[in-house]
């Protein structure tokens, strides 16, 4: 994936592919945790790896048409840096919350319920919340427990920092697909006790819109605001390194010299001519060097003209 093959791309197919990278992946992951928390006894390590594993093959499949951001966040962060065009970036992030919203109702509709196993249980471990809505709050309110809302950013922010902070250090090389995948992997393992592993404001919103009202501990769209504000301040705080980075390694403009400056104030100030600096003096010792030269041959020249006539 180059940065040049992206940008050849007509800008209807870069925000299709958003919406198709951003509807596979929510689709992967809401069923990771479906059919997986049920059927295989959900666990952190087959979360984190699906997870990952999801994102870097979205990225390799659509990241050479669109960048493969899938994730507001990733979106928010290439816009400040210049990378993606800001009505490029609107655009993105509509069609990213659009396709994860299509993957949200499709799981929905596909999930079979009975009276043992209802929508509730299936979609438990599937949304994203704290305190009541956390994935481990059943268990954690045995012992008086629970993971509060600060808990949640403080996960859900480190987490978009290693995130958004992978996928501006690789964008645009062939490591992307691998990196990101890596640290979305990372990110489950960090958030998913927690939160429920959001990760992606996309992500979140897709399936909260289709389990608000299905008899959660906590409606999913009360809790959704977590989820947009950590991957949106970790983009701007990466952005923001990133731009720092620039302007310090960026090469300095020469000036004038801060002493000769300083004169000139001084010489302002007192009402008088400023002295020349360093820079002049040699400058006139050099042209005095010059004309003493030139006097010096000329009269070189005189002395043998006037010892040629003598001679005739």
């Not at 596979?24 to 992951?29: E, K, T």
């Not at 309110?141 to 987490?159: D, K, M, P, R």
């Not at 302007?247 to 007192?270: C, F, H, I, R, W």
């Amino acid at each position: 994936m180059t940065s040049e093959t992206t940008k050849e791309q007509p800008w209807p197919l870069r925000v299709g592919a958003e919406l198709v990278g951003a509807f596979l992946i929510c689709f992967a992951v809401y069923v990771l945790s479906t059919f997986g928390s049920i059927i295989f006894q959900l666990n952190l390590a087959y979360v984190a790896l699906g997870t990952g594993l999801a994102y870097a093959a979205a990225a390799l499949a659509l990241g050479g048409v669109s960048g493969g951001h899938f994730n507001p966040a990733v979106t928010v962060a290439a816009m400040i840096a210049g990378r993606t065009k800001v009505v490029d970036g609107i655009l993105y992030i509509v069609f990213q919350v659009i396709g994860a919203s299509l993957a949200g109702l499709l799981v929905k509709v596909l999930l079979p319920t009975s009276e043992n196993v209802t929508i509730k249980q299936w979609l438990t471990t599937t949304v994203n919340g704290f305190d009541k809505g956390s994935v481990a709050y059943s268990t954690l309110t045995q012992y008086g427990l629970s993971f509060s809302v600060t808990q949640a950013i403080a996960v859900e922010l480190v987490a978009g920092l290693i995130i958004v902070g992978v996928a501006m250090a690789t964008y645009g090389t062939k490591r992307y697909a691998a990196a990101t995948g890596a640290a979305y992997a990372i990110g489950a393992a960090i958030t998913f006790p927690v939160t429920g592993a959001a990760l992606n404001p996309a992500r979140a919103t897709g399936i909260a819109l289709f389990a608000q009202g299905q008899g959660l501990e906590v409606e999913p769209l009360t809790q959704l605001w977590v989820f947009w504000i950590c991957p949106v301040l970790a983009a701007a705080l990466v952005s923001l390194a990133m731009l720092l980075q620039q302007m310090a390694v960026a090469p300095k403009a020469k000036g004038d010299d801060p002493a000769q400056l300083t004169e000139y104030n001084e010489a302002a100030g007192s009402g008088k001519e400023p002295t020349a600096g360093a820079g002049d003096a040699q400058g006139e010792s050099s042209q005095d060097d010059v004309h003493a030269e030139v006097g010096g041959q000329q009269s070189d020249a005189e002395a043998d003209a006037d010892e040629g006539v003598e001679r005739d």
